[in-house]
């Protein structure tokens, strides 16, 4: 028997389906197109199979949720909403298509970015972290995966799927992620705050930098040992091409303490473009 979640729809809203982009554990993503402007759109919703059970109620919410947080954020590195729709009790958010491929892919094809590149790459990413901040949104969840490299070279972070409000008095961790890039108080489910997604950044800047994962592992116990335990060995010494200054910075943007971090995400970009133009870094912790 075909069940409902095996079925693709042809059309959501006024929108018509193109075809699917990809299918999660609790979401979907198809390809769509707005009839009414002939624009190319991305929809992401929830499986329909799942809207009955309570778990499928929680993946509504949370997906309204996330239209909410971000969406009047406008930023060159920071997917565009364009609308939330609920359609027979089916919650669907239409984003800008993004043409091009997610990091996560590229650093599994094994493409290497050189160094300039990957500093340039996280700069961006920092001013889309900048950006959010201000506006008094974390991420939570900055990872490769999260994080797609389009076609004409831009980069920018997608998935506000964990997102929340700084401060807000529901605050919660969550390791339904990969480990591998969570801070290590998100991983100890403690109160959260921007400081937890600069460590994120950091460990994408380190696996660009030295082609390898700044806390490897398959299980998410030894995972979780690394990052709250273990130092990265310093990327130079893994690749010895890259500036000296490189590791000082990493050394302090995963700190495993908080407040031995850069403290905003400019403190953070200012240092690795003081990198970039071979000035002495200066690495300013600024409380
Ligand atoms: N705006 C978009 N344009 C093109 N593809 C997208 C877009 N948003 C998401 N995708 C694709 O769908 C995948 C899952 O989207 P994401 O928002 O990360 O959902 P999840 O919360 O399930 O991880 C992405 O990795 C990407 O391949
Ligand atoms: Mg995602």
Redesign the pocket.
Known sequence: MVTVSTMEPTQLGRYQIIKR??Q?A??L?Y?GLDPESHRRV?I?TVDPGRLAEESGQRLVSRLRYEARLFGSFSHPNI?TLYDYHEEEGRPFIV?????GE?LKKCLERGLSFGWRASVDLIIRMLDAVSYMHTRGVMHLDLKP??M?LLDDDQVKV??F?IAQRINAPDIWSSITGTPGYMSPEQLMGHRLDPRSDLFSVAVVLYELLTGVQAFPGKQVPGIMQRVLNLSPQPPSQLQPHLPTALDAVLRVALAKQPADRFQDANLFRSALQQVVEGQPVGVVVTH
């Open positions: 982009l990809y999660g609790s979401g993503v390809e991305a992401k997917v984003l800008e298509l993004l043409q997610t995966a999260n797609m997608t998935d799927g």
